[in-house]
């Protein structure tokens, strides 16, 4: 789904913007769920953690993170 100019795109993005403080913490569970909002792609606390190259792709990214997320912590909970 995703092509090499959207990745390139954020990884180019990423390297250029702090958009959080300290940008070498990863996103946590208290960040989720995120969600798309246009191009970016915003934690609940309002944090821009990315900006995808349109769109759609910001609800492809948003969507697979909180899957990501949802699958996590059910994988903590049958431990």
Do not use: C, K, Y
Not at 49 to 67: F, G, K, Q, T
Request: aromatic fraction near 6%.
């Amino acid at each position: 789904m995703f092509g090499s100019d959207g990745v390139q795109l954020l990884q180019r993005m990423a390297s250029a913007r702090p958009w959080r403080s300290d940008r070498r913490l990863p996103l946590r569970s208290e960040h989720f769920p995120v969600e798309a909002r246009g191009r970016e792609i915003v934690t609940q606390q309002g944090l821009t953690i990315a900006v995808a190259s349109d769109p759609a792709m910001s609800e492809e990214i948003a969507r697979r993170l909180n899957n990501s997320d949802r699958s996590d912590q059910e994988d903590q909970w049958a431990l």
